[in-house]
């Protein structure tokens, strides 16, 4: 049975951005403001995917890769999730694909940009483009990949480790299934270590398959 969350987070409450497309969506999101993360990152990675995606995956922000290309998931942990979303018997047309945050947040050292994590009024600012995303799509299941995306869709109550794989329903909202973000599998050093989370990881996004279909 889905566990039903109390409370939802600033994605799946409150007011959110309006427009009558994603693409126009998108366009007003270009000039976004909301937060200081706009002025360092090189362009906003806004979500991408079909209209009819019945079945949105949300990650944290975009990384380096993603940053210069101006499109998600397109660098190492993009690889890692579709070839996972592939053996979970996924169809990726049958995803759209976004993020909690869509600015690029880092810290400069010297030539390199290290990832910086996302705080939580920059999560929550973000949330006003999420959430509209999720008010055109009216998927059938949201993923939330990893602590992020996981605050931004159902705040603080629910955790990455103590409901990981599970369905969180939420009151008038979507069936939320918790999992990691596949950037963390490409972290582990350990070869056997990193084996056995893909493989749980495969786990949790086969439990999608199972649920659409
Ligand atoms: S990170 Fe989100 S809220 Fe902040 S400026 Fe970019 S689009 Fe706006």
């Known amino acids: 049975m889905p566990r039903e969350a109390a409370k939802t987070g600033p994605a799946l409450s409150g ?19 909301r937060c200081d ?3 360092n ?8 995917g079909a209209a009819d995606a019945r079945i949105v995956l949300v990650g944290e922000q975009p990384g380096d ?4 290309a101006g499109h ?7 690889r890692v999730l579709d070839e996972c979303l592939h053996e979970a018997g996924i169809d990726r047309s ?4 976004t993020n909690a945050v869509k600015h690029f947040k880092f810290e400069q050292r010297g030539k390199r940009r290290l990832h910086a994590r996302p705080n939580a009024g920059e999560i929550e600012r ?5 959430g509209a995303e999720l008010n055109q799509l009216r998927p059938e299941i949201v993923v939330a990949l990893g602590a992020t995306a996981l605050l931004s869709l159902l705040g603080r109550r629910v955790g990455v480790t103590r409901n990981r794989g599970e369905f969180i329903t939420t009151p008038g909202g979507y069936p939320v299934l918790v999992t990691i973000h596949p950037s963390y599998l490409l972290r582990i050093r350990d070869r056997a270590d990193a084996d056995a989370e893909r493989a749980r ?13």
């Open 201 to 213: 990881f495969v786990s949790d996004l086969t439990r999608i398959a199972d649920r659409v279909g």
């Open 37 to 39: 993360l706009y002025k």
């Open 65 to 68: 890769r993603e940053d210069l």
């Open 72 to 78: 998600p998931f397109v660098g190492p942990a993009g």
């Open 15 to 33: 007011d959110h951005a309006d427009a009558p497309t994603l693409t126009a969506l998108r366009r007003q999101a270009e000039g976004c403001e």
């Open 41 to 48: 990152a090189t362009q906003l990675v806004f979500g991408e």
């Open 94 to 97: 049958d995803c759209y694909v």
């Open 126 to 130: 973000c949330a006003w483009w999420l």
